[in-house]
């Protein structure tokens, strides 16, 4: 069975870094994309970063220039490196693994970039 564990969440300051990480199994990890996405009270849950199995990667608009997505094939993990952080970023951050047809999720974790 697929499982994703997130880590990393925590409290903030604007203008602050976080990491976040993503622990899977019961997946051969490096043969698959990888992505983080995040959702907000109230909000849909959105993309906000994808990494494939080449190490290609793509970002939303919003998070350009300030995260970073990497992975490490040897660990089964996938990193989301969080700089220049402002409120707006505030949500529960879930990692998420698209396999064939089947999608799976992490239980998420919190960010929260406040004063």
């Known amino acids: 069975q697929v499982q994703l564990v997130e880590s990393g969440g925590g409290l903030v300051q604007p203008g602050g870094s976080l990491r976040l990480s993503c622990v899977a199994s019961g997946i051969n990890f490096r043969l698959y994309a990888m992505a983080w996405y995040r959702q907000a009270p109230g909000k849909q849950r959105e993309l906000v970063a994808r990494?494939?199995?080449?190490?290609?990667?793509y970002y939303t608009d919003s998070v350009k220039g300030r995260f970073t997505i990497s992975r490490d094939n040897a660990k089964n993990t996938v990193y989301l490196q969080m700089n220049s952080l402002k409120p707006e970023d505030t949500a529960v951050y879930y990692c998420n693994a698209a396999i064939n047809l089947r999608t799976y999720w992490g239980q998420g974790t919190q960010v929260t970039v406040s004063s």
């Open positions: 990494i494939f199995s080449s190490g290609n990667t």
